[in-house]
């Protein structure tokens, strides 16, 4: 199979290697005579990404591989089908750290989407690189994103001198939420147990330590001059803030916004969240 990367940064390197070990064709940042393009782009550029190449894509399988959301809360899926109608589009999430990727760790990844799930599997997967299916497209697309901001929230606390037992409450609680969002949304509940959004959200990723950094004290806009870290969970935070949805409570993701950008303190949201458990 011919495979398009377009985002060739640490994790879209690390996807290629696994691919290509399974006898795929990679190409890189460009997508002539390739039979499915892979997104590894942050998520605030999945759709411009593919709009500049829409002249070219013709029945390529479509691949979204980063986190978030577009504008608005809007899902991908929905954006995506109106852009591409005539392309099958997939979304792949999981715990997939490139260091343990390019080290070929056992690792267990979630494929979403369209038509030949199966025959998609059948090129991707290896023997330590495993693909489990499902028709939840809603589901796996709210929890791969909203899983790097309760991420980040879990670090805060860590970061601010609480313990593991404090961070595995907004562990079980985080996951609740985004749960709930998701439902509200229309999607099946037992996926976000699944290792799209739970699995996921037990790893200790880049956002969990950006988290980190702000619960010691410092300001989201210091932190980000001195070290690049990826957008995806502040992205998220801010687009499911934006959503227009009567029926889904934001309370649990205002808190995480007032910590990082209103400078709630860290024991006044633990407070708020523990009396109204």
């Known amino acids: 199979m011919k495979i398009s990367i377009l985002g060739y940064g640490i994790f879209g390197s690390a996807i290629s290697s696994s691919l290509s070990s399974v006898g795929n064709t990679i190409y890189k940042e460009e997508i002539k005579d390739s039979d499915a393009i892979l997104l590894a782009v942050p998520s605030f550029a999945v759709v411009d990404v593919l709009l500049s190449y829409k002249n070219e894509i013709a029945n390529q399988k479509i691949i979204i591989c980063s986190k978030g959301f577009h504008k608005n809360g ?50 991707i997967e290896s023997k330590y690189f495993r693909v489990l299916l499902s028709d939840d497209v809603v589901g796996v697309q709210v929890g791969a994103a909203l899983k790097n901001t309760v991420n980040i929230f879990i670090g805060i606390v860590e970061g601010a001198g609480f313990g593991q037992n404090t961070q595995a409450f907004i562990y079980s609680i985080g996951l609740k939420e985004i749960q709930k969002i998701g439902f509200c949304l229309g ?25 980190v950094e702000i619960g010691k004290g410092r300001s989201y806009d210091e932190i980000s001059k001195d070290i690049k870290y990826p957008q995806e969970g502040i992205a998220a935070l801010k687009n499911i803030l934006k959503i227009n949805n009567e029926k889904i409570d934001l309370s649990f993701f205002s808190l995480i916004n007032s910590i990082i950008f209103e400078n709630m303190q860290v024991k006044e949201a633990l407070k708020i969240l523990a009396d109204n458990i």
């Open 74 to 123: 809007e899902l991908f899926s929905d954006v995506l089908k109106k852009e591409f109608p005539n392309n099958q589009i997939y979304f792949m999430y999981g715990p997939t750290l490139a260091e343990e990727l390019n080290s070929e760790m056992f690792s267990v990844i979630v494929l979403a989407g369209g038509e030949d799930k199966e025959e998609l599997k059948r090129q």
């Open 187 to 211: 999607a099946n509940p037992d996926t976000f147990i699944g290792p799209s959004c739970a699995g996921d959200l037990f790893v200790r990723s880049r956002s969990r330590i950006l988290g």
